[in-house]
């Protein structure tokens, strides 16, 4: 339920900041949807949060509609989760150690977290599972910008899939991929589905779904044929 209009907490500005350079930036500013707090963290006023749980509300009946099961992991985290995982190495992740000197991580992604819950299925015939969640991520980047596009603190989903063999993760991994396109269109939003690195995240493969925008940072390469997009830093040509 939205305020009054005379009750409501709506602090908006004439001009946009000096350091705005992206139309997005300046309009969720001046607008009076998000305001600054530090560096690379914001504060998602009573308009922004209301557009931020709508969106959230699309995403989380697409994701259920392929049999997702949402759930809230903590954001601290064990540090020794990442050790076994192997990556304890990434720059980017925050440590802080607790009065007794433990070491812990505030995560940027749960894979470390959801894996240690996954101990407790028992037998195959449990499997597939989706499971997601909605949490706020850390993330110690070194030159925060661009309002909510480059932060430090921010909010994410994602998901986790656990299935029996190769062919089983496959599938679940289209099905999200489907899931995301009715997600955009349903946003308003023209995406491109583009092939990409997974970076430090790992994995096999990866998909960017990247929008037009004019303060986009990344280069989209495409086939005559348009069957074939990828990111300009990973795109090979194949021969026909």
């Not at 697409?62 to 990434?90: C, K, N």
């Not at 910008?145 to 289209?174: A, H, N, P, Q």
């Not at 779904?209 to 989209?220: I, Q, V």
Request: aromatic fraction near 10%.
């Amino acid at each position: 339920m939205i305020a009054r209009a005379s009750k409501l907490f709506l602090p908006t500005l004439r001009d946009p900041p000096a350091d705005a350079e992206a139309a997005s930036h300046q309009l969720l500013v001046r607008g009076g949807y998000i305001r600054q707090v530090g560096a690379g963290i914001w504060t998602f006023l009573p308009l922004g949060w209301k557009v931020h749980e709508r969106i959230v509300g699309i995403v989380r009946e697409e994701i259920d509609a392929i049999g997702g099961q949402e759930m809230l992991m903590p954001v601290l985290t064990p540090f020794e989760l990442w050790q076994q995982s192997g990556r304890d190495y990434i720059d980017e992740i925050f440590r802080l150690k607790d009065r007794f000197g433990r070491d812990y991580v505030l995560p940027m992604t749960h894979e470390e977290t959801v894996t240690f819950h996954a101990r407790e299925l028992q037998s195959y015939r449990q499997l597939p599972q989706i499971l997601y969640h909605f949490s706020i991520k850390e993330r110690d980047a070194p030159r925060p910008r661009s309002g909510l596009i480059r932060v430090r603190e921010f909010i994410m989903k994602d998901s986790y899939l656990f299935d029996r063999d190769e062919e089983g993760l496959e599938r679940s991994f289209r099905a999200h991929e489907q899931a995301y396109h009715r997600i955009f269109e349903r946003c308003g939003l023209e995406v491109h589905a583009a092939v990409a690195e997974s970076g430090m995240m790992g994995g096999s493969a990866s998909i960017d779904f990247l929008a037009p925008a004019g303060a986009g940072e990344n280069l989209l390469v495409t086939c005559e044929r348009g069957d074939y997009v990828a990111d300009s830093e990973i795109a090979r040509g194949i021969p026909r």
